[in-house]
């Protein structure tokens, strides 16, 4: 039968802080998660600065989580334990195997800063993909570890920002990374990466993506006039997004992102139908209104049989000169949304000038400075996306994800 997420909820709440704080943890337990064996628990514990007492705190939950598992006949295979702050950024993870495993631990995070050279270079082709033996015999897409899809209710509200973001910063993260301007109708690539002075190049046949902030990005935007309104009946969409996937030399990804156009039009069925996805992510202001299209955009991705990786909550808050931090849109209506869907939240990103900034010359490198809040936020929020993928891969295996339209 195993334990239920409320369970789990309930076991970890009554485990005890560690370092003389006896009281239990209530609500610092921020939020679980549970699937045949797989269970995720998020912490915030504001008393706990000090690594080594989260990873005891964390060996607490997994001693209180494990004979209960154990009795409910789905014993733990996996268990990560994540310490976030009050921005909701990861600030520690703990990872748990199955019982006889000891835990493995990412260190604190205070934003990361390394860069391979060519992450910094300025955009441009890279001499030639690189392959990994017999690739040729396959479709690039083929060889993606996990795809990814952003999507939003409506337009606006940061979804291409935020996929550009995630890309770079699981680039960052060591990992080879795709990024497929499906934005059909609006792309903004071009733009967000400083794409405009660079050609499109193609070799037999096959578009060569552009290597630009340690990213390999596509864009229609780059195969037709600039300026120019792209109007596309249902057929035609279908085709340029194919075309767009099929024809781009992607070489070897971990990671393929995906940009939607906003709403629940012909792409994402295109996209349902001839790719493997590992998931989406909706991205969605605060405000009532944008919930509720974001509402919609999740009731797609269920249709099509696409899990919801997460919500992210962009423009969430902004911070003025003052240090005050401002509540423009209503912050936290996005995290809500996320927990009455029954989807994760993976974290909220603020309203900042640099990033607007940063995105109108094509710098998305520089969102992630370190020490500022906008690079924490971002940080978190590709860690929690990483979990996410993991969770999703064990989860599921990978089977195509059926289309069932009612
Ligand atoms: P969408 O893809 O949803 O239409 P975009 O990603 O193109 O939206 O973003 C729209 C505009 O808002 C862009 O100018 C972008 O730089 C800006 N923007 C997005 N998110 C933020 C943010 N958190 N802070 C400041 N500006 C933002």
């Known amino acids: 039968m195993g334990l239920s997420k409320d369970d789990v909820l309930r076991l970890a709440r009554a485990v005890t802080l560690p370092s003389g704080a006896r ?8 939020w679980a998660s549970v699937c045949e064996g797989f269970f995720a628990l998020k912490l915030h514990t504001p008393a706990l600065s000090d690594p080594a007492d989260r990873g005891v705190l964390a060996a607490s939950c997994r001693a209180a989580l494990a004979p209960a598992a154990d009795r409910s006949g789905t014993p733990i295979q996996s268990l990560i334990i994540e310490f976030v702050d009050e921005l909701g950024t990861t600030v520690q993870t703990v990872r748990f195997g199955s019982p006889t495993q000891s835990p493995a631990q990412t260190p604190p995070q205070t934003g990361r800063s390394a860069q391979t050279p060519s992450q910094s270079a300025p955009a441009g082709h890279p001499p030639q993909a690189p392959k990994h033996p017999g690739a040729a015999d396959l479709s690039p897409l083929e060889v993606a570890g996990s795809i990814i899809a952003v999507g939003a209710g409506k337009g606006g509200v940061g979804k291409s920002t935020i996929a550009l973001n995630l ?3 699981l680039a960052r993260h060591g990992k080879r990374v795709g990024l497929l301007d499906g934005d059909i109708y609006g792309p903004s690539l071009p733009t967000l990466l400083g794409l405009h002075t660079l050609e499109q190049e193609a070799s037999e046949g096959r578009l060569q993506p552009f290597l630009a902030h340690g990213v390999r990005a596509i864009t229609i935007g780059k195969l037709v006039e600039r300026d120019r309104p792209l109007i596309w009946r249902g057929p035609m969409a ?3 997004f194919k075309q767009l996937l099929d024809r781009t030399d992607w ?3 971990d990671h393929l992102i995906i940009d939607l156009p906003p709403g629940t ?3 994402p069925l295109t996209m349902a139908q001839v790719l493997k996805l590992s998931g989406a992510v909706i991205v969605c202001t605060p405000q009532r209104v944008a919930q509720d299209d974001a509402v919609r955009a999740a009731g797609m991705f269920k249709q099509l049989g696409i899990e919801v990786l997460g919500v992210v909550e962009n423009m969430s808050f902004f ?20 927990q009455r869907l029954g989807v994760p939240f993976l974290g909220a990103v603020p309203i900042t000038m640099a990033l607007r900034a940063n995105s109108d010359r094509g710098d998305p490198s520089a969102n992630f400075d370190p020490g500022t809040p906008l690079a924490a936020a971002l940080e978190g929020l590709v860690t929690q ?3 996410q ?4 891969s064990m989860r599921s295996g990978s089977s195509r994800p059926a289309l069932s339209i009612s």
């Open 23 to 30: 009281a239990p943890l209530d609500d610092q337990v921020e």
């Open 167 to 169: 890309a770079v910063g």
């Open 238 to 240: 279908h085709g340029a």
């Open 251 to 253: 070489g070897q990804l």
């Open 265 to 267: 039009g012909d792409v």
């Open 319 to 338: 911070v003025g000169d003052d240090a005050k931090v401002y509540d423009i849109f209503g912050r936290g209506g996005a995290e809500q949304m996320a």
């Open 385 to 387: 996306l990483e979990n």
């Open 389 to 392: 993928v993991a969770l999703a």
